[in-house]
T-cell receptor, first 111, second 110 residues
Framework: EPEVTQTPSHQVTQMGQEVILRCVPI?????FYWYRQILGQKVEFLVS????????KSEIFDDQFSVERPDGSNFTLKIRSTKLEDSAMYFC?????????FGQGTRLTVV | RKEVEQDPGPFNVPEGATVAFNCTYS??????FFWYRQDCRKEPKLLMS???SGNEDGRFTAQLNRASQYISLLIRDSKLSDSATYLC???????????FGQGTTLQVKP
């Protein structure tokens, strides 16, 4: 069964450092997303990406965040200068139309 | 008012019980509705889409009431493996952006 894969599964970084979270969406999917979940809280939308551009972003997705689809398979989320409050589980998701399928997540810990 | 609101629970039920979860949403223009399941420290997994006519998948039945902006999930004959957090999810427009509720925790006990 095709699945969304994310790397790394866990990333520890120092405050102020840049991190790149990587995702390989399901191959025939057209829409890509990043969500985050702070421990104990709900899943929050960050950004959606379609046709090689951002289609929608939330208030959380400020100038510190960026997304890229550098090639035909990868989809990345970059956080330029991490803050303590960026510590969360980051989920990548993809969909063809409608139902979104999530990767297993990257747990980001900022120290 | 929260965009998607759920009773967080927890719901503690014995095996074999029937349990119902409710959810309300604030945006009357919302297009699509889903129930996802999330196990502890895992990713959300799609359980089922929710249609106006109601839909059933085995022991699970989902219903949507657009007039009341209300979604429900019924689980019959609960199994131990049903223990998880159930997330009510709404797609407000046709962008694919999903809005998640806080989740309702279910614990099924032997």
């Amino acid at each position: 069964e095709p699945e969304v894969t994310q790397t790394p599964s866990h990333q520890v970084t120092q405050m102020g450092q840049e991190v790149i979270l990587r995702c390989v969406p399901i191959s025939n999917h057209l829409y890509f997303y990043w969500y985050r979940q702070i421990l104990g809280q709900k899943v929050e939308f960050l950004v959606s990406f379609y046709n090689n551009e951002i289609s929608e972003k939330s208030e959380i997705f400020d100038d510190q965040f960026s997304v890229e689809r550098p090639d035909g398979s990868n989809f990345t989320l970059k956080i330029r200068s991490t803050k303590l409050e960026d510590s969360a589980m980051y989920f990548c998701a993809s969909s063809r139309q409608g139902d979104a399928f999530f990767g297993q997540g990257t747990r980001l810990t900022v120290v | 008012r929260k965009e998607v609101e759920q009773d967080p629970g927890p719901f503690n039920v014995p095996e074999g019980a029937t349990v119902a979860f409710n959810c309300t949403y604030s945006n009357s223009a919302s297009q699509s509705f889903f129930w996802y399941r999330q196990d502890c420290r895992k990713e959300p997994k799609l359980l089922m889409s929710v249609y106006s006519s109601g839909n059933e998948d085995g022991r699970f039945t989902a219903q949507l009431n657009r007039a009341s902006q209300y979604i429900s999930l019924l689980i019959r004959d609960s199994k131990l493996s049903d223990s998880a957090t159930y997330l009510c999810v709404v797609e407000p427009g046709n962008t694919g952006k999903l809005i998640f509720g806080q989740g309702t925790t279910l614990q099924v006990k032997p």
